[in-house]
């Protein structure tokens, strides 16, 4: 009964990524039968009924049609009808294999958002039929609770709030104009509801394509805290790993080295000795200004089957010479050092475990089951028109950086990396976000134990080292210093290279993502950190709730 995209269809995006279909109610039975023939492959179809008729004699807007489309798709596959008509209507569904019907009374957009919000948890479900049919009688319903993130149909209302948003609206268009980043996404929650979500800018600085919310962009470091140490905590709770158990319980590689002895806590506090990085790009290099051939193919070859960036391979075998690199360069002394080195190690720990790569582990356990669309390498995927460019390199690959990952080290591991390389939009950040500050539950299914979460979002050694396992944390003198000064002590988080911050406040009950690609054209473009953008809207944000 809808023309093009609904409402209720675009609100269910915001949960999980759908393919939508809209077919005329009145429709002959061939095109009916088409459609079938189509949704047959999903496992799960989501009907809405819309442009309902107050006439009894109009069936209430329910043609029959509909009725025998549902009820033969029903017999292929687990069907959901939500109908945007009169509860009268449900005398049409007596008999009705279809798992679940939902009545949504109009359909009005307000309906529409809520019908959405309720079929996945963001809302509770406490709606009873208000009149019988002999099909289901007065009273009948079905309840549940909240178990996802809701989304405001508006902002709140009061004068405090729409002060402080305006002064989000004027700062980051601001900051746009001062060309600190071409655009970028913005989504804050609050008690479990989002009630701030913009899209800013374009892609480049160029007005030909601007920012939506299901753009992708390059996390950079959060992929530290979204796969690696969500991988971690997974891996802690079943017992797999033990935080205080040395390396060489894991990667026999580094017994009788400098290695051996490093606990995983010391590499998920930065201060294991390893050095920041090291320069791995500067070897496969001639003189520093040219692609050695011994390293790199412009097509894919032979041994030459790791993509660095488009219609550039490195030598596959070049990843175990990175690894080797690490494990054989001299620790320092074991003191707070931020270090890419140790989260790469932490990938090598958990593929040893699990038998997967990082990123088909993190995918199957976190975010398909979670309805996220983060994901490594966007350009395998043909994402990567959804994916605003990070720099236009001149110095190594020579091309502008688009759906594959800019960090360097990252690339020359293929794009997946335990540091690097995955990419998502603000939206579903949140989601995880979400997941961590409701003790590990999200869509009614627990990810990781309260008290995992518990242990490694608190500091650890906060006389010497602010950060817990993994996660950054304010500065403990009250400044905020990777946050805003207003988050909790407890608040945890992390930011990226490309000008992302994620952060989460379990006391004050509030998120807030921030994604940028502040690195283009020019990965030295320091001014969203030299202005404090992202800290000065998350302070915004506090006023706005009442902090």
Not at 384 to 406: A, F, L, M
Not at 451 to 478: I, M, S, V
Request: net charge positive; proline share 5%.
């Amino acid at each position: 009964g809808a023309s093009g995209i609904t409402v209720f269809q675009q609100q269910v995006n915001k949960y999980r990524v759908i393919d939508s279909y809209q077919i005329n109610k009145f429709a002959g039975p061939e095109v009916f039968n088409a459609l079938v023939a189509k949704l047959r492959k999903y496992d799960r179809v989501i009907i809405g009924l819309h442009q309902p008729s107050l006439s009894q004699s109009a069936q209430y807007g329910i043609t029959k049609r509909s009725l025998n489309f549902i009820e033969a798709l029903v017999a292929k596959t687990n069907v959901v009808v939500v109908s945007f008509a009169s509860p009268y209507s449900m005398r049409y569904f007596k008999g009705s294999k279809a798992k679940v019907i939902m009545v949504a009374h109009a359909d009005g957009g307000l309906e529409q958002q809520a019908a959405a919000q309720v079929l996945f948890g963001g809302i509770p479900c406490n709606g009873k039929l208000p009149v019988g049919s002999p099909a289901f009688k007065a009273g009948t319903g079905a309840f549940s609770t909240k178990s996802r993130l809701s989304y405001s149909a508006e902002y709140p209302a009061d004068e405090r709030s729409k002060l402080w948003f305006a002064r989000v609206d004027t700062l980051i268009l601001k900051a746009i104009e001062d060309k600190a980043m071409p655009g970028c996404q913005i989504v804050m929650a609050y008690k479990g509801d989002v009630v701030f979500s913009k899209s800013y800018g374009y892609h480049t600085y160029s007005p030909s394509h601007k920012v939506v919310d299901t753009d992708l962009y390059d996390l950079a470091s959060i992929t530290k805290i979204a796969a690696t140490i969500n991988s971690t905590m997974l891996l802690t709770d079943s017992y797999q790993l033990q935080i205080d158990a040395p390396l060489s319980n894991f990667l026999q590689y580094t017994h009788d080295t400098d290695k051996a002895n490093i606990t995983l806590r010391d590499l998920l506090l930065h201060q294991s000795g390893l050095p920041p990085g090291l320069g791995f790009i500067d070897k496969t290099m001639i003189h520093g200004k040219r692609l050695s051939p011994k390293y790199y193919q412009r097509y894919l070859h032979d041994d030459f089957r790791t993509p660095v960036a488009s219609r550039l391979f490195i030598r596959t075998s070049y990843v175990d010479s990175m690894i080797q690199r690490i494990v054989q360069t001299p620790l320092l002394s074991p003191e707070y050092r931020y270090s890419d080195l140790g989260i790469m190690l932490m990938q090598q720990v958990i593929q040893q475990i699990t038998h997967q790569r990082l990123d088909s582990f993190v995918t199957e356990k976190f975010f398909a089951p979670m309805g996220l669309d983060l994901c490594y390498m966007p350009w395998r995927q043909r994402k990567e028109y959804r994916c605003p460019p990070t720099e236009t390199d001149k110095y190594w690959r020579n091309q502008t950086i688009k759906g594959y990952v800019n960090d360097p080290t990252s690339a020359l591991m293929g794009g997946v990396s335990g540091h690097a390389g995955l990419f998502g939009n603000a939206n579903d950040l949140a989601k995880l976000l979400y997941m961590w500050t409701n003790k590990g539950y999200y869509g009614g299914k627990k990810y990781i134990s309260p008290e995992t979460l518990d242990l490694f979002t608190h500091c650890q050694d906060c006389a010497a080292n602010r950060r817990g396992y993994g996660f950054d944390k304010p500065l403990t003198d009250g400044t905020g210093g990777p946050c805003s000064a207003l988050a909790s002590e407890s608040s945890f988080g992390h930011s990226g290279f490309t000008g992302g911050l994620v952060w989460a406040d379990p006391e004050r009950e509030l998120i807030y993502v921030f994604l940028t690609n502040r690195t283009f054209p020019k990965a030295d473009n320091n001014l969203l950190v030299q202005q404090n953008i992202r800290t000065r809207v998350q302070s915004y944000f506090y006023k706005a709730m009442g902090y």
